[in-house]
């Protein structure tokens, strides 16, 4: 009889052990995953490092933004986009003062050349990092739709999965869409606004004002993220591959990037300066209460195991 009992109760603390096990290798996988979204968002902040030196170049002293803002004004257009946007432009002084202030005009002539040479550069750095914006939201879009055409409605047609685990597996996708959908829009209105009037640079594109319009979707990135552990473990199940599942978490970490390099390029005395960096800080800020809580989960999941297996081979109650 005491056989049977011990054998019980070894079988019992087999299962326990595998139960155990099974989890902490869950949480190894959840972990992995970490990682490699980790590795990722530093592999493309590598990729966009040289851009980001490039804008450094750029950066003025003082006396340099003044020089710019006698240059360029508050709304940073040179004196010949001003004079296209029928702005007014001040002339010099008629006359001529002796060969002093010839020589003095003809430094100043450079020193405006020099000075519009920095203001057409770093306009080109910031057009091309607006239209980068635009171009990877749209791509972003596109990955978004593959997720629910080649993912989800298949597998609800199918009755591969219940609408419990198609919740699990698929979070909430759809309302990540709308954002997209909305966002991608004004971004293009805006874009073609402003080349509709004029702005080739799209000087007058505030794509930080835009971004805070949708802060609300940064509460929807970090839903999806906290329920990707469980998401790809139930893909690994049904040995599904889940590459398409990680764009919304790239996404998020990509908007930092993006919108930090955007700053770069652009002056303290842009109207959407503040906006860029209201608007980097709370791509910032939610990132690291998505990894807070992320680590959090894995140790109340891991805990909750431990204690269960403990509970099984008689060591707490």
Known sequence: MKSIEENIELKQTRQAVSELMESLEKQKQANNLLKKYLLQERQEKAQLVQMLEEAKENSWTIIEEQSYLEHCGEDGFSGNERKSRKVGHMLPAQGWSGPAASAR??????????????????HVERKEAIMEFLNSESRYGEDLRIIMEEFY????TTGQLTNKELAVVFSNVQELIGFNEMFTKRLQESIDQAINQGDENLLTVRIGELFLEFANMLLAFQTYFLQQSSS??????????????????????????????????????????AHLQHAKSCVESHLEKMDTQSKKDTTKKFLSSYTSFLRRIGLVK
């Open 105 to 122: 005009g003809l430094e100043a002539s450079s020193a405006e050349k020099d000075t519009c040479k920095r203001c057409a550069k770093l």
């Open 153 to 156: 409605c298949p597998m609800k």
């Open 232 to 273: 790809v473990n139930m893909l690994n199940t049904l040995e599904k591959k889940n590459e398409p599942m990680r764009a919304p978490v790239q996404r998020v970490t990509r908007y930092a990037l993006l919108l930090n390099l955007i700053s770069k390029t652009t002056t303290e005395c842009h109207q959407d300066y």
